[in-house]
């Protein structure tokens, strides 16, 4: 059990575009998820919590107009970059963390984002 | 705040030689640690963790680290290692109290090649 995945694994988009990505628990209920991007070389970087039916925290020099998050229900939560652009293009990771379980992180696949 | 050093970015060994790949956080309370495993092209997977007890804890694929509170260190271990623990391996701490959830941070990785 403890399934995360996202949706698209890849994603090339034109720089101006918006482009939303999906994060869903497969098999358990996540009340809080979190974004991470991945630069190359280096570690994952907390970009915002996100706990279901409330706003996301965003960690600082995150801009939130420019990355928004909705969590919309126990199973999923979306992140939009709104007008990319090419510095926007990275590895983006989900995570969450079971409702009313341990403080452990279950981890998506990652998302690709390629601006062009 | 918490912040998580690790300080061998790359290490290189033959099969069967032991491993031990450190990790120091930064955080005077309570911490939570974890280390994750991301073998080459999947993602971040649980390889054990420490909320409290027993200070040395066991993890899959033979995999243990041992919390040293005065120290501030939590180091990965594995007396034998094998070419299919090749992969790059984080270390992360939660700052764990009694109410809401705090974020994890992650070390920037150590990339473990091992040469048959």
């Known amino acids: 059990g403890a399934v995360v995945s996202q949706h698209p694994s890849r994603v090339i988009c034109k720089s101006g575009t918006s482009v939303k990505i999906e994060c869903r628990s497969l098999d358990f209920q996540a009340t809080t998820m979190f974004w991470y991007r991945q630069f190359p070389k280096q570690s994952l970087m907390l970009m915002a919590t996100?706990?279901?039916?409330?706003?996301?925290?965003?960690e600082q020099g995150v801009e939130k107009d420019k990355f928004l998050i909705n969590h919309a229900s126990l199973t999923l939560s979306t992140l939009t970059v709104t007008s990319a652009h090419p510095e926007d293009s990275s590895f983006y990771i989900c995570s969450a963390t079971r409702a009313g379980g341990s403080r452990e992180q279950f981890f998506g696949p990652g998302t690709r984002l390629t601006v062009l | 705040a918490q912040s998580v050093s690790q300080h061998n970015h790359h290490v290189i060994l033959s099969e069967a030689a032991s491993l031990e790949l450190g990790c120091n956080y930064s955080y005077g309370g309570t911490v939570n640690l974890f280390w994750y495993v991301q073998y080459p092209g999947q993602h971040l997977q649980l390889l054990l963790k420490y909320f409290s007890g027993d200070p040395l804890v066991k993890g899959i694929k033979g995999f243990e680290a041992e919390f040293i509170k005065s120290k501030f260190s939590f180091n990965l271990r594995k007396p034998s290692v094998q070419w299919s623990d090749t992969a790059e391996y984080f270390c992360a701490v939660n700052a764990g109290n009694s109410g809401g959830y705090q974020k994890v941070t992650f070390g920037t990785g150590t990339k473990l090649q091992v040469i048959p």
């Open positions: 996100s706990n279901e039916g409330s706003k996301a925290t965003y």
